[in-house]
């Protein structure tokens, strides 16, 4: 049977940093004033391995798990992912693998990926403006290389989507010409309301467009129609353009929060489970895989874990704020 935590959520889906690296350094993720070249990233021996990582994995499936998905930092960095992928496909219960991306690596792997078992990926786009885009990742990269990483996803024949991180003063004149652009596309384009993860963002409640600003900007160019959810706990909320443009959707962790069907528990790369993407602190299992702990014993450990869980930091976010100080775990390490 499914574990429930404190406040009766079941564990239904695992979220794996693969790696703390990145080849961005987005303003409002991995900024390069604190991920400079002075900034240090884990050594390999510290990141779980891919078996360690299956093995987390396949203890969580069998307390619920169906649902995977790839982050980082950028998952495409770390060498032969395909292989984690195909042991994870093997895990009994599991139903679904996806991965999230920058974009800007996935044109040269998309086909080993979908070969391995893979089966959507979310790319993160922030803008089309090759000039925005450069002043959002920080880096000498064209918008072109995420859009050819889409292309060869598509041709492979993996689900995809694609998600817009909006903040003010930043990018939201990008907000319609990327509804415009993904619009009949087949890809369902999804915006983010900016989250104050981590400490190194320097997040301001100002500077959040919220979801129902950006939906009325929209429907007021392409008039939009609400959608059931696909399932209980998704993160979007779904619209249709109701000339039959497609989907497109709503992440609205700070205007509207959804931590009360939440499902998700992270594990970081170097092997510590986080059961809110706002922790302060993660649980290590890293030192129990390399002390040689049975797998019935790892899968009763993570039950505990997940079974003394209450987070609700969105729904609490001005007093969780005020006590959580600047040791919030980035998101760089455990992912969107």
């Given at each position: 049977m499914p574990v429930l935590d404190r406040l009766q959520r079941p564990l239904r889906d695992l979220r794996?940093?693969?790696?703390?690296?990145?080849?961005?350094?987005?303003?409002?993720?991995?900024?390069?004033?604190?991920?400079?070249?002075?900034?240090?990233?884990?050594?390999?021996?510290?990141?779980?391995?891919?078996?360690?990582?299956?093995?987390?994995?396949?203890?969580?499936?069998?307390?619920?798990?169906?649902?995977?998905?790839?982050?980082?930092?950028?998952?495409?960095?770390?060498?032969?992912?395909?292989?984690?992928?195909?042991?994870?496909?093997?895990?009994?219960?599991?139903?679904?693998?996806?991965?999230?991306?920058?974009?800007?690596?996935?044109?040269?792997?998309?086909?080993?990926?979908?070969?391995?078992?893979?089966?959507?990926?979310?790319?993160?786009?922030?803008?089309?403006?090759?000039?925005?885009?450069?002043?959002?990742?920080?880096?000498?990269?064209?918008?072109?290389?995420v859009h050819e990483g889409i292309e060869a996803a598509t041709r492979a024949g993996l689900g995809v989507k694609i998600n817009m991180v909006v903040k003010r003063g930043l990018n939201e004149e990008?907000?319609?010409?990327?509804?415009?652009?993904?619009?009949?596309?087949?890809?369902?384009?999804?915006?983010?309301?900016?989250?104050?993860?981590?400490?190194?963002?320097?997040?301001?409640?100002?500077q959040v467009i919220t979801a129902a600003e950006l939906r009325r900007m929209i429907d007021a160019r392409w008039p939009l129609g609400a959608v059931d959810p696909n399932y209980t706990g998704e993160v979007a909320k779904?619209?249709?353009?109701?000339?039959?443009?497609?989907?497109?959707?709503?992440?609205?962790?700070?205007?509207?929060?959804?931590?009360?069907?939440?499902?998700?528990?992270?594990?970081?790369a170097e092997g510590r489970l986080y059961t809110c993407l706002f922790a302060r602190k993660g649980f290590d299992v890293r030192g129990l895989l390399r002390q040689g702990i049975a797998d019935d014993e790892l899968q009763e450990r993570i039950g505990k874990i997940w079974m003394q869980r209450a987070d609700r930091y969105s729904e609490l976010r001005s007093k969780a704020r005020a006590s959580a100080g600047d040791d919030r775990i980035e998101m760089s390490y455990i992912g969107g």
């Open positions: 794996i940093s693969v790696t703390d690296r990145c080849n961005f350094r987005c303003v409002y993720c991995m900024p390069r004033e604190v991920f400079g070249p002075q900034h240090k990233f884990m050594p390999r021996h510290e990141i779980l391995s891919f078996e360690e990582l299956a093995r987390v994995a396949g203890a969580a499936a069998e307390l619920g798990v169906e649902k995977i998905r790839l982050t980082g930092g950028e998952p495409l960095l770390r060498t032969e992912l395909p292989q984690l992928i195909e042991l994870l496909t093997a895990i009994p219960g599991v139903q679904d693998i996806a991965l999230t991306t920058n974009g800007s690596q996935l044109a040269r792997h998309a086909e080993a990926l979908k070969a391995a078992g893979l089966k959507r990926v979310t790319v993160s786009l922030d803008a089309l403006d090759p000039d925005v885009f450069r002043r959002i990742t920080d880096v000498k990269v064209e918008p072109s290389a990008q907000i319609l010409p990327m509804a415009g652009h993904f619009r009949n596309s087949g890809h369902v384009l999804r915006f983010i309301e900016f989250m104050d993860v981590g400490a190194s963002n320097h997040w301001q409640k100002q779904r619209y249709r353009y109701r000339d039959g443009g497609g989907e497109i959707g709503f992440i609205t962790s700070i205007s509207q929060p959804f931590c009360g069907d939440c499902s998700r528990l992270r594990l970081s």
